[in-house]
C-alpha cells in the first residue's frame, strides 16, 4: 500500500468520524464567530473594517481555531487508545502526520468560510479582489495546520498541554499569520500584485513545513 | 560536531577551571577595552558603547540556538543521550543571553531613539526566538520521561531553528511593504574604526569563552544527572 | 517455519518509563504457537507486548522481527464517532487486505446487530469483542493480546479460546497476557513469568 493511500484513509477516518461528532467544527466555528463580533463590538465598526485590523483579527482567530480543532482530534484519538491502533499498524506512523493535516485543511476551509462570510456581512467589507481573497485564503488554510499538528504530538498526553500548545505554535506560525494576514489585506483593498506574492510565500511554507512534519514526526511519536 | 568527541569522564572537569580562567580574563580586558580604550562615538557618545555588550549578546542568542538545532539532529540520529544534555544546556544558556541581550537593547534604545522598544525587525525576530526558547524550556519541563522528553524536544528544536530565518523574512517584508519607519541599523554600522573594531573582536571572543564554559559546566551537571537516572 | 517472519525477538531489551526501569535486560524469542504472560499487576507485562510490538523505545537493547503485528491492547482502540464496521474496514484497508470477511466476523463475535452503531454507544465487552474480531479479519501472522479476556462475558471467553486456538493451529504467534485463566495453559507452548521487569522464562 503506498504512502498517499493510506494518508488519504487516516483523512477518511478523521473527517467520517468529524462528520459525526462535529465536535472540533462547531467549537471552531463558534470561536470564530464570537471573535468577528466581538471585535466590532470592542474597537468599533469603523475601526474593525480597516482591512489590515479584519485580516489580522481574522487570521488570529482561525489560528486559534486550528489549534482548538486539532486539539479535539487528538483528544478523540486519545479516548480508548485510538491512537494506538494506527500508530501499531505498519506505515501507520507516517500516515499519521499527512491524514491529519489533510482532514484538518478540510475542516478549516469550512471554518474560514463561515468565518469570512460573517466577517464580510457583519462588517460591510468591500472586497476588490475577490479571486485573488479566495486563492490567499486557500492557500492560509493549507498553511496553517502542520505546524499546529506537530506542536499537538509534541504536547500529547502532557499535563497542561492546553497552554503548551498555543505557546509552541504561535511564535513559529509568525511567518504563515504575517503572509496570510497581508495577503488577505492586499486583496481586499485591491493590490494584486502584493495578495498573489504573500500567496506565493504561503504556498512555500505550506509545502515546506508539509514535508519538515513528514520527515520528522514519526520519529516524535512513541 | 567537536562535542561528540568529549570522552565520558575525565575530560570536562579538566579543561573547565582552565576555561573558566580564560573567560573570566578576557572579560575584564573586553570590558576594560569597552569602557576606557575604545574611542567615543562622534554621533552617540558613550551610549554607544553598550553596542561591545549587545553585538556579543547576540551572536551568543543565535549560536545557542544553532548548537542546540545540531545537538537535536544529533540524538534524533544516534539516540545518546549526550546529544540531548548539548541541547538542554544550549537552550538554557541561550534563553538567558537572548534575554540579556532583549534588556540591552532596550537600554541602548530609550537614549538613542527615545523608546524602549522599536519593531525593528532583527529585535523582532530575537523576541520570538526568545519566546521559542521558553516553548522549548516549557515542553522539557513538562514531560517526565527521560527519551520522549529528549525526542520531543529534539524535534521542536529543530523545527524552532528552522523557523527563525523565516520569521526574519517575514517580518522584514511585510515592513519594507508597509513603510514602517526606518530605524538607524543596530550594530555593524561603517563608522567603525579600527580601534572599535579590535574592541568588538576581543568582546565576541570573551563572551564565547563564558558560552563555552558555561556549556561545559551544565553539560557535565546534566550528565551527571543522566547517570543517577541510568544506575537506579 | 520461518520463526523471524511470524514471531519477534528481544535482546537485551530495557524499557525506562517516567525515568523508572520497567523491563530489564529481557532476552525473548517468540515463535509459532502461544506464549502465555503471566505476572502481577505492575510487573511489566504490559510494557513487554508493547516492546515487543516495536511501540516502545528501547532504553538498551534491541528488537528483531516484522512491522506485521497485531497489537490489542487494554482498550479496544476504536475511534469514537465510527461504527464498529467502518473501524475494521479502515485497518483491513491499511494493510492492503480484503474487508469481505469483516461482516461474518462481527457477526460471530456477536456484534452483528451493533455494527453499524458509532462504537461509544456499544457497551464496554461489545467493543471488546469487535476489538477481538481484528485477530480474523486481519490475518497477521503475530498476535499480542494484553489481558483479552477483560469485559468479556462466558460466551465471549469460549469463542476467545476457540480462537487463541485456531491461530495456533494456524501456526500463528500468538503472545497473551494474563494475570488468571489457567485453562490457557494447556494450549502453550511456553509460559513466562514477568515480575519487576524480570522474564523468567523456566515457569
Known sequence: MSVPYRIALVAGRELRAERRQPDGVVAAVTFIAVLVLLESLVVGPSIARDTDVASALFWLALAFATILATMRSFDRELEDDALEGLVALPGGRDALFGGKVLSLATVLLLVAVVGGILSIVLLDLRIALPLHLLVVVLLGVLALPPIVVVDVVLALRLRARAALVPILALPVLVPQLVAATRGTSAALSGDAVGALSWAGLLFAFAVVYTVIGLTIVPAAIE | ?232 | MRTVQSGASLHDATVVLDDRVILRAVNLDVGPGLTLVRGPNGSGKTTLLRALAGLVPLARGDRKGSGDVLYIGHRPMLLRGLTARENLEFFVRFRGGDTRGIDGALRAWGVGEDMDRPVERLSAGERRRAALARVETEGVPLLLLDEPFADLDDAGSRRLRQTIARARDDGRSVVVATHAHPELDELAKTRLAIDDGVVDTAA
Do not use: C
Open chain 2, 1 to 232: 560536531m567537536t562535542e561528540t568527541t568529549i570522552p565520558r569522564g575525565n575530560a570536562l572537569p579538566r579543561i573547565r577551571p582552565w576555561l573558566g580562567i580564560a573567560a573570566a580574563a578576557s572579560f575584564v580586558v573586553a570590558s576594560v577595552m569597552a569602557l576606557f580604550w575604545a574611542p567615543t562615538d562622534a554621533v552617540q557618545g558613550n551610549v554607544y558603547r553598550i553596542l561591545y555588550v549587545h553585538v556579543p549578546l547576540a551572536w551568543l542568542a543565535y549560536l545557542a540556538f544553532v548548537v542546540v538545532f545540531l545537538a537535536s539532529v544529533g540524538w534524533l540520529w544516534t539516540k545518546n543521550p549526550l546529544f540531548d544534555a548539548i541541547a538542554v544546556s544550549s537552550a538554557e544558556i541561550g534563553v538567558l543571553f537572548t534575554g540579556l541581550f532583549l534588556v540591552a537593547g532596550s537600554i541602548w534604545a530609550k537614549p538613542t531613539w527615545g523608546v524602549w522598544w522599536t519593531w525593528e525587525p532583527r529585535l523582532v525576530t530575537t523576541a520570538i526566538m526568545f519566546v521559542m526558547y521558553v516553548g522549548y524550556l516549557l515542553l522539557r519541563g513538562l514531560s517526565t520521561d527521560f527519551s520522549r522528553r529528549a525526542t520531543r524536544a529534539a524535534v521542536f528544536g529543530i523545527i524552532a531553528v528552522i523557523d527563525v530565518p523565516i520569521v526574519h523574512l517575514s517580518v522584514l517584508w511585510a515592513n519594507s511593504l508597509h513603510q514602517l519607519p526606518t530605524v538607524l541599523r543596530a550594530g555593524g554600522s561603517p563608522a567603525l574604526d579600527s580601534s572599535m573594531l579590535l574592541t568588538l573582536m576581543v568582546s565576541l571572543g570573551a563572551y564565547t569563552l563564558i558560552y563555552a564554559y558555561f556549556m561545559t559546566s551544565r553539560i557535565s551537571l546534566e550528565r551527571a544527572r543522566q547517570e543517577r537516572l541510568w544506575t537506579t
